[in-house]
Structure formats: C-alpha cells, structure tokens
C-alpha cells in the first residue's frame, strides 16, 4: 500500500422493513479516527426510494448530521476529521437496495 492510497471501508445501509426503517434506522458506526478527507459515498440501487442522512460523531453518543437528506445517489464530503461515521435511514427505503461506502486517507501521526 502506497503512503497516499485511499482507503475504503463499507457502510451498512438500512433497508426496506413493513414498518419503516431497520431498528433505529441508523446503520452500525464506523471507526474512521485514523482517516483523514473523508467523504461518503452513498449510491441508491435502481428505482430505489428513500432517504438517508449521513452522520458523524466523536463520541458515540452525540450525532450530527453532515449536508443534507439524499433522497438519491451522491457523496457528502465530511469536511473535517471525525471518530465515527454512519448512515441514517429517515424515510423507509424500498424497491432497491442502497450501498454506501466511506473513503478517505491515512492521517499522518508523528511521534
């Protein structure tokens, strides 16, 4: 692995369920702490339908979301380095399945 290669990890979208979101409807966390440019890649499968947030936490326990809802395929730059990040269902997704996928570089650490 090159020292400037992008590293990937994936993201567990919630899907479809006859009462509405999975759960709390807020896929896993994921640890990104040791990324840096990080941005989320969310991409609706065909005719899919739904919305989802993405969100970015320190701790675990405050979650704040990052742009706007995605009704559609698209990316949210995190604009800043966080702890945690995840994908939130808000509107029940149905028809297709979604993927998302959160991609950014290796922060340097000196020391």
Same mark, same amino acid.
Request: with cysteine; net charge neutral; glycine share 10%.
């Given at each position: 692995?090159?020292?400037?290669?992008?590293?990937?990890?994936?993201?567990?979208?919630?899907?479809?369920?006859?009462?509405?979101?999975?759960?709390?409807?807020?896929? *896993? +966390?994921?640890?990104?702490?040791?990324?840096?440019?990080?941005? &989320?890649?969310?991409?609706?499968? %065909? !005719?899919?339908?739904?919305?989802?947030?993405?969100?970015?936490?320190?701790?675990?326990?405050?979650?704040?979301?990052?742009?706007?809802?995605?009704?559609?395929?698209?990316?949210?730059?995190? *604009? +800043?380095?966080?702890?945690?990040?995840?994908?939130?269902?808000? &509107?029940?997704?149905?028809?297709? %399945? !979604?993927?998302?996928?959160?991609?950014?570089?290796?922060?340097?650490?000196?020391?």
């Amino acid at each position: 692995m090159s020292l400037n290669e992008l590293v990937s990890r994936p993201i567990t979208v919630p899907q479809t369920t006859i009462l509405g979101p999975a759960t709390d409807g807020a896929s *896993a +966390a994921i640890d990104i702490s040791d990324l840096t440019g990080a941005y &989320v890649l969310l991409v609706y499968g %065909a !005719s899919a339908t739904g919305t989802n947030q993405v969100q970015v936490s320190n701790d675990g326990t405050n979650w704040f979301q990052i742009g706007a809802d995605m009704t559609a395929s698209g990316n949210r730059s995190l *604009a +800043a380095d966080y702890k945690l990040v995840r994908v939130k269902c808000t &509107v029940n997704m149905a028809t297709a %399945a !979604s993927t998302a996928t959160v991609a950014g570089r290796r922060a340097w650490r000196t020391g």
